[in-house]
């Protein structure tokens, strides 16, 4: 029911910044945990961050937590994905992705998703 639209990626070089975007429709953001994941080319889709569906606790992958942040906006209906420090091995298209409800412990699976957006490129040059 909800769709997802990412939109903030693009090319930058190593120690930059860029704020990743997720637009929600047909479903509110409030009623959503929201997670943030990537997939580098030839490798699995991997977890990213992750958010309650308050926004009041929060998840990271050891490999960008302190770099990133997840964070809402409910008034807009919109997710972030704030990237800090950027590595090349930062390169991935990034996905938004929602699922109405979900054990805490499964937060980093693929699986417990049901909505995914269509992905938006991220490229850190050396």
């Known amino acids: 029911q909800v769709q997802l639209v990412e939109s903030g990626g693009g090319l930058v070089q190593a120690g930059g910044s860029l704020r990743l975007s997720c637009a929600a429709s047909g479903g509110t953001i409030s009623s959503y945990y929201m997670g943030w994941f990537r997939q580098a080319p030839g490798k699995e889709r991997e977890f990213v961050a992750a958010?309650?569906?308050?926004?009041?606790?929060?998840l990271y992958a050891d490999s960008v937590k302190g770099r990133f942040t997840i964070s809402r906006d409910n008034a807009k209906n919109m997710v972030y994905l704030q990237t800090n420090s950027l590595k090349p091995e930062d390169t991935a298209v990034y996905y938004c992705a929602a699922a109405g409800d979900l054990w805490w412990s499964k937060a980093t699976m693929r699986a417990v998703y049901a909505y995914w957006g269509q992905g938006t490129q991220v490229t850190v040059s050396s």
């Open positions: 958010m309650r569906r308050d926004g009041g606790t929060t």
